[in-house]
């Protein structure tokens, strides 16, 4: 089975500063997806960016980057130039993409909660 | 296109008591997952639907079951209510089951037992 961890269960950022959020994750499949979402506290989760494990490539979504270190199973976000808005739990996410397993079903981490200071 | 819905937002139940949730996913979209948010444990994956056939299930009691009708909407069902059942239930909808397909999440159903 796999398992996700997230070890800081809240961090706090200055407005306009960058952040990390790390994430850690154990599995034994070689193909695989990880996301990261956003709860807001309206309780809407959204999808913020997500990762191939076969791309070696980190992704990007405006703002928000990961560092994606397969060998070490670690899949940090980075937020940069942080905005009142992005407070948030966040959380990481894996999801198996093994054709005998192909399925939605996410494994979540515990969570952080992200607190943006003005 | 309009989102995930799930009704009811918020329901209060009595122990012993079922319950019956539904989602709506969008339109489109075969493939309805259910998740239990609860302080305590986190988010945890219930099941999965695809095309009216249940794909995976998480670790839950037979208590907690769901199904999925001819038009994608999904129910998910608890019965015997227990206190340790009060938590946030969101389900999300995919276009299919699997591959780089994103999932959307509604705005969750509070139940709470007393």
């Known amino acids: 089975a796999q398992t996700v961890t997230q070890s800081q269960p809240e961090m706090s950022v200055q407005e306009a500063e960058t952040v990390t959020l790390s994430c850690t994750y154990d599995?034994?499949?070689?193909?695989?997806?990880l996301f990261w979402y956003k709860q807001p506290p309206s309780r809407q989760m959204i999808l913020v960016i997500r990762?191939?494990?076969?791309?070696?490539q980190n992704a990007t979504e405006n703002r928000f980057s990961v560092n994606f270190q397969k060998a070490a199973k670690s899949f940090s976000l980075k937020i940069s130039d942080s905005q009142l808005g992005d407070a948030a739990m966040y959380f990481c996410?894996?999801?198996?993409?093994?054709?005998?397993?192909?399925?939605?079903?996410?494994?979540f981490g515990g969570g952080t909660r992200l607190m943006v200071k003005p | 296109k309009a989102g995930v819905t799930q009704t009811p937002r918020y329901l209060i139940k009595t122990r012993g008591q079922q319950v019956t949730l539904s989602c709506s996913p969008i339109s489109g979209h075969r493939s309805v997952s259910w998740y239990q948010q609860t302080p305590g444990q986190g988010l945890q994956f219930l099941f999965e639907y695809f095309s009216e056939t249940q794909r995976n299930k998480g670790n839950f009691p037979g208590r907690f079951s769901g199904r999925q009708f001819s038009n994608s909407r999904s129910e998910m069902n608890v019965s015997t209510l227990e206190l340790g059942d009060s938590a946030l239930y969101l389900c999300?909808?995919?276009?299919?089951?699997?591959?780089?397909?994103?999932?959307?999440f509604g705005p969750g159903t509070r139940l709470t037992v007393t």
């Open positions: 996410a894996y999801r198996s993409a093994m054709l005998n397993n192909a399925g939605n079903m996410l494994t």
């Open positions: 599995t034994s499949e070689s193909d695989y997806y």
């Open positions: 999300a909808s995919s276009l299919t089951a699997g591959g780089w397909y994103e999932q959307y």
């Open positions: 990762q191939e494990a076969y791309k070696q």
